[in-house]
């Protein structure tokens, strides 16, 4: 694949506009990731310079470069555990799912299985957060109570609190943080 230079521009102002890989995640991107958990490999930060973080895989012998239009130092640092979907380019990081551009190094797509029914319990249903563009799997308790607190903002802005519960219930964080619901 030929990177241009132009390809691998980083946004400038308050808002990037640009679904390309290295970009923000669109929620149906987001959600074809979250269809296909076995797609992760298990990756540590070796080195992270300007927008570019290196990789390497823990289960392969294998390096691997990824870029990302904002700076990821502030989330990540060198020796962090991640995990990358290389079919989809996503990065998983401690602050959520990034959209990358795979720049040098890779393993290519995981197959699917044979059976990728028995993979369901592991599907998410992520939400992207529209302002920075990182899709979202797991949240902090005290998000979930701003959100879901009967007759908030957040929670007139989605329709209901019932609306909200049930979208809650509908994904994993429900079933890590069965108190919140």
Known sequence: MSLTTKSLTPCTGPHCGSYRAGHQIHFIHANHVGRTPWGWRDAVVTAIT???????????????????????????AVGDPVRLHEQYYVLDTPSGWHCV?????????????????????????????????VAITELPRVWWRLWSAPGSTQSRLLGSHATVMMRLRSNSIGESHPSLL
């Not at 570019?52 to 691997?64: E, N």
């Open 50 to 76: 300007g927008l570019t973080v290196h990789l390497a895989y823990v289960d392969h012998d294998s390096a691997l470069e990824v870029w990302h239009h904002q700076p990821l130092a502030d989330t990540l």
């Open 101 to 133: 551009r795979v720049l040098d190094g890779g393993l290519g797509d995981v197959p699917t299985p044979e059976q990728p029914a028995l993979w369901a319990p592991e599907t998410t249903n992520p939400i992207v957060d529209l302002a920075t563009g």
